[in-house]
């Protein structure tokens, strides 16, 4: 079995195939992506619970912030403790 490297040479003659059209769609996508993150999912309750570290349950054993989800439901995540191992119930806050 022998490798051939490939070179991948920048274009130097012809046109992108990409339209118009193709690069505006993205462009627009791009700012509806940006926009649902910014204004709309900081609101959605169970996007909260995940990127909002203070509600992060605290370990009931040690008191330690850091646990990982290992499962969940719609009222509860079932956390382990990262420094103790200690496995706990979560409740979800209302969305
Ligand atoms: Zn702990």
Redesign the pocket.
């Known amino acids: 079995m022998t490798e051939f490297p490939i070179h991948f040479e920048d274009r130097r003659a012809g046109q992108s195939k990409i339209s118009k059209r193709e690069i505006l769609k993205a462009m627009l996508n791009l700012l509806r992506v940006a926009f649902r993150r910014c204004f709309v999912l900081p609101w959605s309750g169970k996007y909260r619970q995940i990127v909002n570290p203070l509600a992060a349950a605290e370990?009931k054993?040690?008191?330690?912030l850091h646990s990982m989800e290992l499962a969940r439901n719609d009222t509860l995540t079932r956390r382990k403790?990262l420094?103790?191992?200690?496995q706990f119930d979560q409740k979800l806050e209302a969305a």
């Open positions: 370990c054993h040690c008191q330690s403790c420094h103790c191992g200690y």
